[in-house]
């Protein structure tokens, strides 16, 4: 288990919650209240490159899929 991280809930939708951490965004799955406080475990959220992509991950109802497509269309050329 790594060090515990303080974040903010800044949004949530479909049992996904996202967080702002030290100017990082994370998502994380479980339900809290906006603006709630919380100690997560860094290894159990996935950490976003952009407040954007954040936003736009939250929108996705199957995240997994989505990262997997990306992926397979970009990165593994």
Do not use: H
């Not at 939250?58 to 050329?77: A, G, H, P, R, V």
Request: glycine share 4%.
């Amino acid at each position: 288990m790594s060090e515990l991280l303080n974040g903010v809930v800044l949004m949530l939708k479909d049992n996904k919650v996202l967080l702002l951490c030290n100017n990082r965004y994370y998502i994380l799955r479980g339900t809290y209240d906006v603006g709630q406080k919380i100690q997560f475990d860094p290894e159990d959220a996935l950490q976003m490159p952009s407040y954007l992509f954040a936003i736009a991950a939250m929108e996705e109802e199957n995240l997994d899929d989505t990262l997997d497509f990306i992926q397979s269309k970009w990165f593994n050329k």
